[in-house]
T-cell receptor, first 113, second 117 residues
Framework: AQSVTQLGSHVSVSEGALVLLRCNYS??????LFWYVQYPNQGLQLLLK??????LVKGINGFEAEFKKSETSFHLTKPSAHMSDAAEYFC???????????FGTGTRLKVLA | GAGVSQSPRYKVAKRGQDVALRCDPI?????LFWYQQALGQGPEFLTY????????KSGLPSDRFFAERPEGSVSTLKIQRTQQEDSAVYLC???????????????FGEGSRLTVL
């Protein structure tokens, strides 16, 4: 069965520092991969997704992620953190052509002034 | 509307009460999903509709949970005889695509937070 592991339930970075949020998945075939962000008391918003093609994917708000098949990873990065990036981030996976998402348990990002 | 709308945003129920949670998806979206998000966890799939047809209800935790989408637009998630373990945020999402085969993007509502006392 598909599963998603997000290492680190809480991550703190200083404003201006690199953001790295880790996501590993288990799947026998390359899945579709997603990162969603959830601000307090709001729904999930899509940051970026990988389906096929280029393995480095750019999303909104300066975030990007790289699909590494050999490492079964899809880590999320941003070169310089802003205070507004403080939120919870969820990695999700779905089998190609199916509708069922499997979400990780989330990583709460705190940005320190 | 511009986005997925859910109501009520907050619901407190006494154990044993029935509750109904409403989801109004983005106009024209074929696919509609319900997810349950427990405190400190990621969303977990409950059920999936394609238009008015409920194609998958494998994630519903018990027969106390029931969802419908009679006209292929608004959906209601009903929980009968609520229990404390039902306390969670219930998220609704919609998508234009059939089976997410092409875009893979879900648009989420803000959720309905259910607290069962």
């Amino acid at each position: 069965a598909q599963s998603v592991t997000q290492l680190g339930s809480h991550v703190s970075v200083s404003e201006g520092a690199l953001v790295l949020l880790r996501c590993n998945y288990s799947s026998s075939v390359p899945p579709y991969l997603f990162w969603y962000v959830q601000y307090p008391n709001q729904g999930l918003q899509l940051l970026l997704k990988y389906t096929t093609g280029a393995t480095l994917v750019k999303g909104i708000n300066g975030f990007e992620a790289e699909f590494k098949k050999s490492e079964t990873s899809f880590h999320l990065t941003k070169p310089s953190a802003h205070m507004s990036d403080a939120a919870e981030y969820f990695c999700a996976v779905s089998d190609q052509g199916t509708y069922k998402y499997i979400f990780g348990t989330g990583t709460r990002l705190k940005v320190l002034a | 509307g511009a986005g997925v709308s859910q109501s009520p945003r907050y619901k407190v129920a006494k154990r044993g009460q029935d509750v109904a949670l409403r989801c109004d998806p983005i106009s024209g979206h074929v696919s509609l999903f319900w997810y349950q998000q427990a405190l400190g966890q990621g969303p977990e799939f409950l059920t999936y509709f394609q238009n008015e047809a409920q194609l998958d209800k494998s994630g519903l935790p018990s027969d106390r949970f029931f969802a419908e989408r009679p006209e292929g637009s608004v959906s209601t998630l009903k929980i009968q005889r609520t229990q404390q373990e039902d306390s969670a945020v219930y998220l609704c999402a919609s998508s234009l695509a059939l089976g997410l085969a092409n875009t893979g993007e879900l648009f989420f509502g803000e959720g309905s937070r259910l607290t069962v006392l």
